[in-house]
């Protein structure tokens, strides 16, 4: 797992509260809202995140760029490749 | 036997068409929205019409309304969704004295989970003063709760007033306005408010279908944890039926206003007008003004408001005592006491809450049967016979 910290965006989806599988359904959609290089932040209170989501952008060819914790809660970075 | 039905805030018949419309989701598309075949997508497509329908009756966005079992549940979640989801920022909760037993319930809850609640007075029309509500905010305070509409007084609050002290203060609002959706027009734009929870079955829906407004951008955490469903907000299947029947009462409630109104008010101010000539020494409760339009509520002496409905009932007129949810309990109303009416009196509290099916001629019939109710109860109270010889 990548951390990082301060990372711009270009993007927010706020999934804090939200249940799964959500965290593996709005991102794929706030995507396509993107152009190629723009960089979607996901916000989640959910653990399973971590390990769904680098697996997510794997299997649909987008690029996890890394995690950041910040009260309580998770900011997960994407790429949109293509 | 004739048959007078003014208990309409305690339920209402639930329309022809929206019956109708509701029928082929039980069986002919008795499919589960979140399915992928065509069984499923097309349920989950009508699904998000009705969503569409009830978020125009309030002047909402499609995506800011979430589905739920009932006004009460609708209640739940946004009080507990709310202090739950910003417990970091303040762990303090304002909410009025008068409000349902589902705010009230709520809140109480809270209280047991370490969180502080205050519970604001209303003056002698049930109304919340701003400057009151201004001075209890403070640097903890991370909800308040208002209702729009007070179902055993009729009380409409001035909401977009007590809203926009919030708003600058950043406080979260949510106001109940199952007493006043489908009564009055309700737009949460110009209340201002962040959440608000309405039921389906005052609109004509069934009972078992509410649904809560809430601002776009704002966390809430569920009740109810489940899966896909209404965004990840609320889990369980949803129920079907009952949504197109929201939605479709809603869009018919939309096309009733102004006329709705109207009408209301000329059978309300009827038996007002009617009452006060014809019983005396009793009290009218709620604001004069500010109320629903077919909301008529008064506490009348030297009588027991349930002896009073059981004698109506035989005679087949029907009207409550308060609210529907609390009227078995046999306990002086929290919402009369509020408003500084004497215990004695507060038993002789009666409601009639009318809908666009009461007639003028009802009035006459409605009243010629609470005389009589009246003077015969007052016959055999000696609280009465000892008022009439002092």
Redesign the interface.
Same mark, same amino acid.
């Given at each position: 797992m990548k951390f990082v910290k301060n990372h711009p965006s270009d993007a927010t989806v %706020?999934?804090? !509260?939200?249940? !799964?599988?959500?965290h593996l359904?709005e991102p794929g959609e706030k995507l396509k809202c993107l152009k190629t290089g723009q960089i979607l932040e996901v916000l989640t209170d959910y653990d399973g995140a971590l390990e769904d989501i680098p697996s997510w952008c794997k299997k649909y060819g987008q690029k996890f760029i890394g995690v950041e914790e910040d %009260?309580?809660c998770y900011k997960l970075y994407i790429k949109k490749i293509e | 036997m004739k048959s007078v039905y003014m208990d309409h805030a305690s339920a209402t018949p639930v329309r022809k068409q929206v019956i109708e419309a509701m029928l082929p989701y039980f069986d002919r598309h008795f499919g589960n929205p979140s399915t992928v075949y065509d069984m499923g997508s097309n349920v989950k497509g009508v699904l998000e019409e009705q969503r569409a329908k009830v978020a125009g009756l309030i002047g909402a966005r499609t995506e800011e309304i979430i589905f739920t079992s009932s006004g009460a549940e609708a209640n739940n979640l946004a009080i507990k +969704?709310i202090a @739950?989801?910003r417990q970091?920022k303040g762990k303090h909760i304002i909410i009025s004295a008068i409000e349902h037993h589902s705010v009230i319930n709520s809140a109480r809850f809270l209280e047991r989970m370490d969180f502080e609640v205050t519970f604001l007075p209303v003056d002698k029309y049930g109304l919340v003063a701003a400057e009151r509500l201004s001075k209890a905010i403070t640097p903890e305070t991370i909800l308040v709760s208002i209702m729009h509409a007070n179902n055993e007084i009729g009380t409409i609050q001035p909401i977009s007033e007590l809203s926009a002290i919030c708003r600058e203060k950043g406080v979260v609002f949510h106001t109940d306005a199952v007493a006043s959706v489908g009564n009055i027009p309700v737009d949460v734009s110009e209340l201002n408010v962040d959440l608000l929870s309405l039921s389906g079955a005052p609109l004509g829906a069934p009972k078992g279908v509410g649904a809560l407004y809430f601002r776009d /951008?704002l =966390? @809430?955490?569920?009740l109810i944890? +489940?899966?896909?469903q209404e /965004? +990840? =907000?609320r +889990?369980g299947t949803e129920n079907v039926p009952g949504i197109v029947g929201i939605g479709v009462a809603s869009k018919l409630a939309k096309n009733e206003f102004p006329e709705k109104v109207n009408h209301l008010q000329k059978v309300r101010d009827l038996l007002f007008s009617r009452i006060s000539k014809q019983i005396e020494h009793l009290k009218f409760t709620g604001h004069p003004e500010m109320r629903l339009p077919g909301h008529a509520s008064f506490c009348i002496e030297a009588i027991e408001g349930e002896a009073l409905i059981f004698m109506l009932t035989r005679e087949g007129v029907y009207a409550n005592t308060g609210s529907a949810c609390a009227s078995k309990v046999l306990k002086t109303s929290p919402v009369l006491m509020a408003i500084g009416i004497p215990s004695d009196l507060a038993q002789g509290s009666i409601v009639f809450t009318l809908n666009s099916c009461n007639r003028i001629d009802e009035v006459d019939y409605a009243l010629e049967k609470l005389c009589f109710a009246v003077e015969k109860l007052r016959s055999l109270s000696p609280l009465w016979r000892k008022q009439a010889t002092t």
């Open positions: %706020d999934l804090v !509260c939200r249940t !799964c599988p959500l359904l %009260d309580g | +969704g @739950l989801a970091k /951008n =966390r @809430l955490m569920p944890h +489940g899966g896909i /965004n +990840g =907000r +889990g």
